[in-house]
């Protein structure tokens, strides 16, 4: 009933740039928290930023003052800056949500499908 599309990723070198893009699309009633997690080959996800409704922000350590991240509420959007980019920087970046879905009383947690993100040398 809600689709999380991230779009973005892909090969840029150290000490550039990227932005990613989370849409979520369907039987949306409102959007709680949104966040980006990422997955490196061999490691556990782990948690990059997420932002409430309001506005509010949460980033890892080791992506403050490097990553941002925002929303846009009335597109249902969110988005996540990534400056001076790292090697290590290198995983399958995922979005995730909590969605009241309408017609529901709970949020659920609705995730993407992941875009990559290569940081070359």
């Known amino acids: 009933q809600v689709q999380l599309v991230e779009s973005g990723g892909g090969l840029v070198q150290a000490g550039g740039s990227l932005r990613l893009s989370c849409a979520a699309s369907g039987s949306i009633f409102s959007i709680n928290v949104m966040a980006w997690y990422r997955q490196a080959p061999g490691k556990q996800r782990e948690l990059v930023a997420s932002i409430t409704r309001g506005g509010t922000t949460n980033y890892a350590d080791s992506m403050k003052g490097r990553f941002t991240i925002s929303r846009d509420n009335a597109k249902n959007t969110a988005y996540l800056q990534m400056n001076n980019l790292k090697l290590e920087d290198t995983a399958v970046y995922y979005c995730?949500?909590?969605?009241?879905?309408?017609?529901?009383?709970?949020?659920?947690?609705?995730w993407g499908q992941g875009t990559q993100v290569t940081v070359s040398s």
């Open positions: 995730n949500a909590d969605v009241l879905i309408r017609g529901k009383i709970e949020f659920a947690v609705a």
